[in-house]
C-alpha cells in the first residue's frame, strides 16, 4: 500500500470516527426515554436511526473486498420497527454496526 493510499484511508477513518464521536455526543445529551420516543408521522426515533445506520453498515462493510452492496441476510425495514430498548442496548447495537466499517479500514 502506498503512503498516499494510507493518508486516504487514515483521513477517511477520521471522518467516520468524528461522525461516531458526534452522534455518540447527541445520545449522551439524550435522556433515555427520548431516545425511543418517535414524534409520529414519518419521524423516527434516536434508536431507530441508529440501529438503522448500525444495519447499513454491518451490511455494506462485511466482507467489504469480497462481496458487494447489501446482503441477503439483512432485514432493512425491520430496523425502522419501533422498538424498547435502554441506552446501554442502542450503543452495543451502535458499536455492533460500526465494526465492520472500521474492520474494513
Known sequence: MT?????????????????KSLAEGAIAQTPDGALVASR??????IAT???HIAGNLRS???NF??????????TR???FDDRQVTRAELLAGWDEGGQPLF???
Open 3 to 19: 503512503m498516499a493510499t494510507r493518508r486516504l484511508i487514515e483521513s477517511i477513518r477520521g471522518e467516520y470516527e468524528r461522525y
Open 40 to 45: 409520529g408521522g414519518a419521524a423516527n426515533s
Open 49 to 51: 436511526i441508529c440501529w
Open 60 to 62: 455494506r462493510f462485511t
Open 65 to 74: 473486498r469480497t462481496e458487494d452492496g447489501e446482503k441477503p441476510w439483512r
Open 77 to 79: 425495514e425491520e430496523e
Open 103 to 105: 474492520l474494513a479500514l
